[in-house]
C-alpha cells in the first residue's frame, strides 16, 4: 500500500493561513483520489476536501469553501492543502487519505478510504 505523510502542520492565530503537504510514496492508481479529512477532540472525522486526478476542480466541504486551496503536483504524489482565514474552530488534526475511486472521492465518507496518513495537528489560537 502507498505509504502517505503529512506536514505543514503548526499553531498559528485567528486569521492566518497554513499549508498542509500529503506526499505519497509513489503514484498508483489506489491514490487516484487524495482528500483532507479533520478531527477536533471529542468530534467525528470530517471531510475537508478532495482531488481527483483527471478532474480539474477540486471538491471542498462547505465549511472551508472560500478559505481553502487543494492542489496536486504533475507527478500525482503530492497534494498541497492551504487554508487561508483561519478560525479556532478549524483546530484539529488533519489527516491525508488517498483512493482509487471517483465516487468515494467526492462522498465525504472516511469509511470510504482505508489508506490514511499520520495526521498533521493544526492549532488556531484566538
Known sequence: Q???VESGGGSVQTGGSLKLRCTASE??????C?????????KEREWVASF?????T???AEFVDGR??????????????QIDSLKPDDTA???CAA??????????????????????????SS
Open 27 to 32: 503514484y498508483s492508481e489506489g491514490i487516484k
Open 68 to 81: 481553502a486551496t487543494m492542489s496536486r503536483d504533475n507527478a500525482k504524489t503530492t497534494s498541497d492543502l
Open 99 to 124: 483512493g482509487p475511486s471517483f465516487p468515494s472521492c467526492i462522498s465525504g465518507s472516511s469509511s470510504r478510504f482505508s489508506n490514511w496518513g499520520q495526521g498533521t495537528q493544526v492549532t488556531v
Open 93 to 95: 488534526t488533519y489527516y
Open 34 to 42: 487524495m482528500a483532507w479529512f479533520r478531527q477536533a477532540p471529542g
Open 52 to 56: 481527483y486526478v483527471g478532474v480539474i
Open 2 to 4: 502507498v505509504q502517505l
Open 58 to 60: 477540486p471538491y471542498y
